[in-house]
């Protein structure tokens, strides 16, 4: 099991960049795809973002360009750097992860049902 806990949210302007973090409280980090989830009330969550075991990456068209996923193994933490970040960009961002035993979380990045641990959220508001 995983215990993950976002942070790094919060209002920034049009054009303005934030880095989202995401602690892993557990062992074995390394054994985990992650992926990063927004979500706007009303609909459902978006996956924009996955890393998985060896660095492999995949961003929604939302994002890509814009949007850089990256995980320090030594500090069992993910990471979103978004910049020029636009009010469209609004939401609740969460961090999922996954064992990924079949190597197919790169396939899943928009998979909800796909994740098996979730944080619990950080906002991010774009005006």
């Known amino acids: 099991h995983v215990q993950l806990v976002e942070s790094g949210g919060g209002s920034v302007q049009t054009g303005g960049s934030l880095r989202l973090s995401c602690s892993a409280i557990?062992?074995?980090?390394?054994?985990?795809?992650m992926a990063w989830f927004r979500q706007v009330p009303g609909k459902d969550r978006e996956g924009i973002a996955v890393?998985?075991?060896?660095?492999?990456?995949n961003y929604a068209d939302s994002v890509t360009g814009r949007f850089t996923v990256s995980k320090d193994l030594a500090k069992n933490s993910l990471y979103l750097q978004m910049d020029s970040l636009k009010p469209e960009d609004t939401a609740m961002y969460y961090c999922?992860?996954?064992?990924?035993?079949?190597?197919?979380?790169?396939?899943?990045?928009?998979?909800?049902?796909?994740?098996?641990?979730w944080g619990q959220g950080t906002q991010v508001t774009v005006s």
């Open positions: 999922a992860a996954d064992l990924d035993l079949r190597r197919l979380c790169l396939l899943n990045r928009n998979y909800e049902g796909f994740w098996d641990y």
């Open positions: 557990g062992e074995g980090f390394g054994r985990y795809c």
């Open positions: 890393i998985d075991k060896d660095g492999r990456t």
